[in-house]
């Protein structure tokens, strides 16, 4: 029966695959009414891309993520497609079923895969007859006669292209982080008196930061008086703005040279142009230090140089990150300073200040009474003063952190006493806490939100969407994980971190970071200890400078880029449960990819249950019983609690390690979907089939079945069976474990029958159970664990009962001890 549905699952996905026309084709460059366009294989070509005549610019879906693109227009020859428009940039649309078209009703629209217009160019009822791609890089949906109706010149993101104005209507707005579409909180605008600023435009707080907000603007050399508010720039280089704003690319002059204006996620504004090679070259920036920009580090952050003049986001001393992923979510207090008593003290922070928030501003005014000023006032947060003029300005918000290069200029922090007590005695001058928890302003750790994926995967009727659905819905669980988390993100926040002692302070870690590739290397003395190889790469022993012991995974095989191993890693850090191992961090330096997690101390449990053949050695029954309790809970959270669902896809002893107590850890969740991402995210839905031999479920060997959590349910009910067995069930059960299965069944059933416990039990020690445990085991337990294993291994996966169930009812036997046992022997 199975089989029959598989097959035709099969035909029809193949029907379905060869319906596409695969037409010869160059690119083309004109989309006719009527006409579609749809995500086209990885790295994108074919007939689904529209491409300029002179093909510097292409436009079709661009992937932002794991089954995540957006329409968009990029330049064809730089090295990594760099996006100039996007039509959908905060609501990317699903790989498989999604399309752009020039519907009949005249409105270019782009719907995601189950028909919602998730974006539209607004001209239905006009006589739009094609949508261009012009040399300029405008996409432009024009009549018959050639008119323009929609153009995406009007409709920038963050990048103007050559001949693109920035108007009093059209802004920039960049990107939340490096890669990513979605918007971000910087603003490139003409404000009310018709200037061109650039701004942070946050949750908390927005402030101009360029030009100089402390010059007026005759000062910083622009006109309030002409109201036109028009800026762009020509292809040779030159922008000019009605503000009298004019800058000049440095190779400015050259006609050829493809050039960009982009306000990137830092919060700058930078001038690129593309050279041969296909990299891009700063020819003019708006802010000379990107540490000026304001809201970088969020609040209470420092933005400082640190090695090769990267701007680099710490905390100061006293202060924790808030997310140690995302720096522009600022910084905390890790000891609140309780007001006006002993408790308050001050650290100097010389050369640092934080733009904005002076509760007022006194010239002439001592060292004491400006600190005094700061201690009877519990808002303030530190005061900025300066010796010799005897300025003092006491704040009491602490934004736009940096550290400059003026010397004369102290800021003094209010902390609590508590924590100067933890610094040495030279407590006067050190500030910064580097150790741990920096991060440059390019490692933002990118997270894709996609609410946008919510609850919606219902409406399809077309059978061989059926099949498709199966990728589309895993994927949709991927996404609306991260959806979760970016709702959540604060939440978690607030529940990593941890304290512990370096040289004295009290310092807070990340539990999940970035490692260098030279740092794991010295952490392993050179990948030496080898203590497992998998099918995902090598796992290696290491010590971290901190003394933590940690396990070293070398990755082999993914392919994926770096922004999106990144995100994705983060959703798989943050997830926490005692029966899980904890991921540490990751590193990322092609072509090194790493996974650091925590070791583990008494390896794997395919070990100690089928090695041991001595008296002593043999996994004793309440081990047992335990470590199923435990990946039972492990799983149940992965399919359950953990905000939605991830399946494991590779449940067998060796992925499942023991510590000290035998308290059960699973590790390599997560990371089978990691490596064979490649081959589900072209939109095939033929993928690799995934998972170990004799642990893998029927339907993941037929193709285009939905790949559940029921896949895991069977690989646990195998693991049941062995650890009842003490045995590899494909020797076992000699390769038909179907078969085993219903000859259990059916004898659980004839004696559930005849009503005699004891029967149970006798037929069950003698034919099922590990003979080595001698007959030392709770016999209700061992007949419950069998037919909860037997009902797991079901060939159908809707009868399977579910991880949640499963773990329910082995937590039920808890109660069956020994005592149980002695009383049915
Ligand atoms: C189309 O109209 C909708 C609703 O008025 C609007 O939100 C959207 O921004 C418009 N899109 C374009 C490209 O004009
Ligand atoms: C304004 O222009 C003058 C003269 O060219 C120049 O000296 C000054 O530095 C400019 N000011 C700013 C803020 O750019
Ligand atoms: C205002 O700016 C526009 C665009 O830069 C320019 O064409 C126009 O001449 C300016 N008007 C005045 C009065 O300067
Ligand atoms: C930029 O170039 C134009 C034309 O080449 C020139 O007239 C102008 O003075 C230049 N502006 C600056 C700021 O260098
Ligand atoms: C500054 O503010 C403090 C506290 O609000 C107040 O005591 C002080 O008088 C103010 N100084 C001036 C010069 O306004
Ligand atoms: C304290 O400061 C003195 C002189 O500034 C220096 O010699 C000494 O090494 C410092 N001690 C510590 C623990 O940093």
Redesign the pocket.
Known sequence: MNRINGAKCLLLAITFLSCIPLSAGDHRSVLWRGDSIAVSDAGGGGEHVLVSPSGEFSCGFYKVATNAYTFAVWFTSSADATVAWTANRDAPVNGVGSRAELRKDGSLVLQDYDGRVVWSTNTTGTTADRVNLLDTGNLVVSDAGGDTLWQSFDWPTDTLLAGQPVTRYRQLVSASARGLPYSGYYKFYFDSSNILNLMYDGPEISSNYWPSPFNKWWENNRTAFNSSRLGSFDT?G?FTASDDL???ASD??DGRVLRRLTLDYDGNLRLYSLDAGGTWRVTWLAVQRTCYVHGLCGSNGICSYRDNNVPTCSCPVGYVPNDAGDWSKGCRRSQEVRCGGDDVDFVAMPHADFWGFDVNYTAGATFEDCRRLCVSDCNCKAFGYRPGTGRCYPKIALWNGRVSVKPDQTIYLKVSRTVTNKMNNNQSSYFLQFDGHVCSIDERVATVSSSYLHGKSNSINFIYFYCFLAVVFVMEAIFVLFGYIFVFRADSAAATGRVHDVEGYSLVVSHFRRFTYDELSHATRGFRDEIAKGATGSVYKGVLDDGRCVAVKLLGEITQGDEVFRSELSVIGRINHMNLVRIWGFCSEHPHRLLVSEYVENGSLDKALFDGDGDGDVLAWRWRYKIAVGVAKALAYLHHECLEWIVHRDVKPENILLDTDFEPKVTDFGLVKLLARDATATGTHLSRVQGTRGYIAPECWTVGRPVTGKADVYSFGVVLLELLRGQRVCDWAAGDLQQLASWIKERLKRDGDDDDGGEVSAWVEEEVMDTRLRGDFSHVQAVAMLELAVSCVDGEPNRRPSMNAVAQKLISLHEHDRAASLRFA
Do not use: I, L, T
């Open positions: 040779r030159v004019q800058f000049n400015a002059g």
